[in-house]
Nanobody, 118 residues
Framework: QVQLVESGGGLVQPGGSLRLSCAAS????????MAWYRQTPGNQRELVAL???????TYANSVKGRFTISRDNAKNTAYLQMNSLKVEDTAVYYC????????????WGQGTQVTVSS
């Protein structure tokens, strides 16, 4: 059973920065995609950014130019550097991972709260 441990959430003022981390362990397959999603009450979980094992990235339009996803394959860890945070970035952020041939995350982290408020 894959375990994903997220860290780095918290309270920050608009314009501030946070860095989220997601460490995967007990992996029984090769993790090809690592991604960050976010969810607010009453809304569906939405993709924020993803990175594959080759380092190719994809971002939601709402975070392009402000967020950067990266990963350390040796450590099975993904990072999300969030700069110029806005109030609308407030959400619970989840890490998800999956392998080639899978259509989306097969495993999720527990979520970490990010609150952007003055």
């Amino acid at each position: 059973q894959v375990q994903l441990v997220e860290s780095g959430g918290g309270l920050v003022q608009p314009g501030g920065s946070l860095r989220l981390s997601c460490a995967a362990s007990r992996t029984s397959f090769s993790i090809y995609f690592m991604a960050w999603y976010r969810q607010t009450p009453g809304n569906q979980r939405e993709l924020v950014a993803l990175v594959n094992s080759l380092g190719i990235t994809t971002y939601a339009n709402s975070v392009k130019g402000r967020f950067t996803i990266s990963r350390d394959n040796a450590k099975n860890t993904a990072y999300l550097q969030m700069n110029s945070l806005k109030v609308e970035d407030t959400a619970v952020y989840y890490c998800g991972v999956w392998g080639l041939g899978m259509s989306g995350p097969g495993y999720w982290g527990q979520g970490t709260q990010v609150t952007v408020s003055s």
